[in-house]
């Protein structure tokens, strides 16, 4: 079986449904941090959509950031590699196989550092993407200039744009547009901050720190697709539906929205729209932030810890289970959207989607890994939903508040090792990570009260150090939580997720 790379494009026709980018190496205008799969499976699959109707004309630079890496895999493929995306569009399968070929190179920038830094002196490079990890974007004093490469990406990313200031002589039209993927808030402006530091730092000229300030622009964004990555468990059969060997395939949900804060004329250059991409161009990203930490992020964390109590395994069984599933859908329509002040078309359309994708049948995603430090997850995700429903509605949000409750459980049984539950439920024992002084407190208070929940109850929510505030404060939740573990400690779990969603 031959090797997918631009000469077997040529050479060979596609199975019918697998689309194609263009075969030209169009010229180099985005140089890329990071060529991993969310990368490639989110951004440079767009890039491809927008060259293929022909609205961008631009190739890719992937830069290996660490000295490890695909590089010589993307290489040898001429950048080539297919996008296999699955899920569930209005209740039915889906699935779309696409030939991405946006990446011209891919560059290490351990061993390459010369041929980046010429791709910074390009006449028309124009953006740089990244996602170098929520820990990329820091700023490091021990980074030198002088080392070939910098060893962080803010250090890498300055000494570039001091490359490109002094090769054109600080021309106004040569900045750049950075638009980082690292999934940090405010992603953009902090990796503005760590370049100014940066080059304060360095000592490098006052008149390329203004033009840094001045004639360059930091994007901060939202990036919102899951990417499973290389199907190595099916990989023998993709090849064999495909006709190639592809060493690089990327898989991913149907699903992907990609919120730009940034300059409205941007928007012009890189048209996602004209293709039907889920771009969205804004100057305020704070609601799609907060529609998806409350509804995406703020489901996930409310409905794990009851369901692993309630024995199930992944997000699929939590979806496929007849009480589970109610659960999650009237905690995210009927407590956690009525808690926000944003449209409720806007919210519930999303929600809709958050909803398909949590069933779609190509993603395992285990419930004891998205409950890995849970009580911080808890505290941003879903604590605002709880306050501001008590606020509006004047009452408890009944399935959150069960949910806390089974949160506070799971902290029940076990030992507790650093930041290490040994734990324990019916189906038997399990490791969960979360902040050591939450395992402390919790854990401690269990074994302080024992079956007095009350008192429990009491001291858990009274810890403002995991909480940012005492939860005894809000009017009955005390008392109420006390109730629900009570249920939870008499076998009663079931019993009780059916009468709060109305079931038996």
Known sequence: MEMLNREYLKKNQLPQGVECGPLEVFPEKILQFGEGNFLRAFVDWMINRLNREGHFNGSVVAVQPISQGLAPM???????????????????????????????????????WEAVKACAAGVEMEYVISNTTEAGIVFDPSDRLENTPPETYPGKLTALLYHRWQTFNGAADKGWVMIPCELIEANGKALRECVLKMAVHWNLPEEFQTWLKEHNTFCSTLVDRVVTGYPKDEIEEIWQSLGYKDNLVDTGELFHLWVIEGPAELAKRLPFDKVGLDVVWTDDQTPYRTRKVRILNGAHTSCIPISYLYGLETVLDMMNDEK??????????????PSMDYPADMMRSFA????DRFRNPYIKHYLLSILLNSTS???????????????????????????????????REGQVEGNILHGKRDKGAFDMQDDAFAL????????QWG?????????????????GQDLNQIAGLTERIAEELKVIAEGKLAERIGKVTGGQ
């Open 74 to 112: 993307i290489n040898e493929q001429d950048g080539c590699y297919t996008v296999l995306l699955r899920g569930l569009e209005n209740g039915e399968v889906k699935e779309i196989k696409e030939v991405v070929t946006a990446i011209s190179r891919c560059l290490n920038s351990y061993t390459e």
């Open 451 to 467: 079956d007095d929940t009350l008192s429990f109850a009491k001291e858990a929510l009274g810890a403002e150090r995991i909480w």
């Open 377 to 411: 997850k808890f505290k941003s995700r879903v604590l605002p939903s709880l306050l501001q429903y008590q606020g509006k509605q004047g009452k408890l949000p009944e399935k959150i508040c069960l949910s806390l409750a089974s949160l506070l459980w799971v902290y």
């Open 324 to 337: 589970m599933g109610k659960y999650v859908e009237e905690i995210v329509y009927e407590e956690i959207i």
């Open 440 to 447: 402390e407190i919790l854990h401690g208070a269990w074994e």
């Open 352 to 355: 809709k989607d958050v909803l």
